[in-house]
């Protein structure tokens, strides 16, 4: 008989999860936990079955733009994924969006939230985009207080009803740049029947969505961030027709292919300024928050399925005499992924933790600093971690890993964005920089750390708690050294703003393994903190300005 080698399988994402599991152990209170169970188990179960068998068999199925009917009439439809149409109905009934603003679980409603996505969302086709920029549409509108946009959106953003349950866009992205939205060129103009924005978006996922927040500027207003203004648009009218609004094309993108990313004209569209006419960029700081950890989530729950799928394959694929998941090699490469995997999670969750904090106003004053810095570090950190990962975990099948149709190609090419959107790791790290000058965040960080490495006991971990110090401590001696010289200072922030990153995950990490430890659930996490320590977590290293402008001049 010819040999045919079996597939990875999936089983309960919750029941494979003991990273999950200990986590939520440690952080819910236990009537809490308890009360979550059967959530968990059902949306666990779904991830990794009914779904992920669904987003196998959706593959080749792409969103398509049709722009005009057979009679010539512009009609600009986008048809999304069947799964995508399934995914949106899970989300209103599940409250994937909705249990961040129920707060049932008081300032855990975060952590609820997010659980219930990372079980699923790695088999709903990159769905968690537009629940991405949901959530933070709905965190936007009320961190700006506008009652009649509240009134209006906010029971559609959060609703538990498929037939009410609105997404937002969110449409920044202009030719003139991504990262630099001060250079939006859209322009907002008074109309008799309200205020109309004209321009060009480049670059809009959730094309789909039942509205959007935007940039414009409104006629008059100054250049850069502080003259532009953010408006509320509802992407149709009430006669059913695109509210001024003409798809361009689809983008055809590396990954997050599910996606319907588009170019938009916006001509004559009508609009509703959310906050005023001016300081757009600053009253996105609660949308950024928002999306910026779904981002970091997103990391980590792509890292996790990336390598449940290596476990299970090393165990049925057999080489060269054993199977992969008995060759010392293939094992140690593998182990060295988990440790990161581990690392991001719980930096990834921390940020959540600190989001709810802050939205449920039980923040202290030190974990407002905290969350500041925490944010951009967590997106910045796991979407460099998720690319390595899914890159070797691609490798680690070999020529299978490298064919579509075993869906593992679509892994690695879907990850590539968590490191660009929402900001680059250049951009995220001079973000960095700048929560740390606003004065404060370093030092919260510091001490949050340093707390956390406080509570290693077991001497296995020591070696880490040292190494985490150390990193520490040279992080801070480069900064104020390079504080003498602006260009050192930027030249040098991406490879400091990665060593905060790790060094916190490592941190992190000691703790967590300390409570596994204490608490019954084994030495694995003891095993991923040494391993992620020998990853290595500081990146300092002094460089050579002239040297890098003659290797790209």
């Known amino acids: 008989m010819s040999f045919f080698q079996e597939p990875p399988r999936l089983g309960n994402q919750y029941d494979d999860d003991a990273l999950l599991r200990s986590y939520l152990d440690r952080v819910l209170p236990r009537d809490m936990r308890v009360g979550l169970e059967d959530e968990l188990q059902e949306l666990g179960e779904l991830g990794g079955g009914y779904f992920y068998e669904y987003q196998l068999r959706d593959r080749l199925n792409e969103p398509v733009l049709t722009q005009w009917d057979p009679w010539g009439h512009r009609v600009d439809h986008i048809e999304v994924s069947p799964l995508w149409k399934e995914a949106e109905t899970l989300t209103a009934k599940r409250g994937l ?16 939230q997010f659980a219930l996505n990372y079980l699923v969302q790695p088999s709903l086709d990159v769905y968690s985009c537009p629940l991405a920029m949901t959530d933070g549409a709905a965190r936007t509108l009320l961190a700006l207080g506008n009652q009649e946009l509240i009134q209006r959106a906010l029971s559609h953003l959060t609703s538990r009803d ?29 109309s008799p ?34 003259g532009l203004a953010i408006f509320y648009v509802e992407t149709r009218g009430a006669d059913g027709k695109l509210n001024g609004i003409q798809i361009n094309r689809l983008k055809d993108k590396l990954g997050t292919r599910k996606v319907p990313t588009a170019e938009l004209t916006l001509d004559g569209t009508l609009a509703v300024p959310v906050a005023g006419l001016t300081d757009g960029i600053r009253n996105m700081a609660s949308m950024l928050n928002v999306t910026r950890t779904w981002n970091a989530m997103g990391s980590a729950w792509t890292m996790r399925r990336a390598l449940a799928l290596a476990r299970d394959y090393a165990k049925r694929r057999v080489q060269f005499g054993a199977p992969l998941s008995e060759k010392p090699l293939h094992v140690d490469t593998l182990a060295g992924l988990e440790a990161e995997f581990h690392g991001g999670f719980l930096l990834a969750f921390r940020a959540v933790e600190l989001l709810g904090k802050l939205e449920a106003r039980t923040a202290t004053e030190e974990e407002l600093l905290l969350q500041r ?57 001079l973000d960095t920089l700048r929560a740390m000058a606003k004065g404060g965040a370093l030092e919260a960080l510091y001490t949050d750390a340093e707390r956390r490495l406080g509570t290693a006991k077991d001497a296995g971990l020591r070696p880490c708690v040292a190494a985490a110090q150390d990193a520490l401590e040279k992080a ?17 922030a991406r490879r400091f703003s990665l060593t905060l990153g790790r060094t916190y995950e490592l941190a992190l990490l000691v703790e967590h393994a300390q409570w596994c430890l204490d608490n019954a659930h084994g030495p694995r996490a003891m095993a991923a903190a040494r391993r992620l320590m020998r990853n290595g977590v500081d990146l300092i290293a002094d460089m050579d300005l002239d040297d890098a402008r003659l290797l790209v001049s």
Do not use: C
């Open 97 to 112: 969006v909705a249990v961040a603003y129920e707060q049932k679980n008081g300032d855990r409603s975060r952590i609820h």
């Open 162 to 190: 498929p037939k009410t349950f609105w997404t937002s866009g969110q449409w920044m992205t202009e030719r003139t740049g991504g990262s630099d939205v001060g250079l939006t060129q859209t322009v907002a103009r008074q």
């Open 193 to 226: 029947e309200g205020w109309r924005l004209y321009g060009t978006k480049w670059f809009t996922s959730a094309t789909t969505a039942q509205m959007a927040l935007t940039l414009g500027r409104p006629e008059g207003n100054g250049p850069g961030g502080k």
């Open 373 to 429: 810095l925490v944010t951009p570090l967590a997106k910045l950190t796991t979407g460099r971690q998720v690319v390595h990962v899914t890159s070797e975990v691609v490798e680690s099948f070999g020529g299978a890993g490298y064919v579509e149709d075993t869906g593992l190609p679509r892994v690695l090419a879907d990850a590539q964005v968590l490191s660009i959107w929402e900001g680059t790791t250049n951009v995220l790290s």
């Open 476 to 492: 801070r001696t480069w900064v104020m050294k390079a504080m003498e010289n602006p260009a050192g200072v930027e030249a040098g």
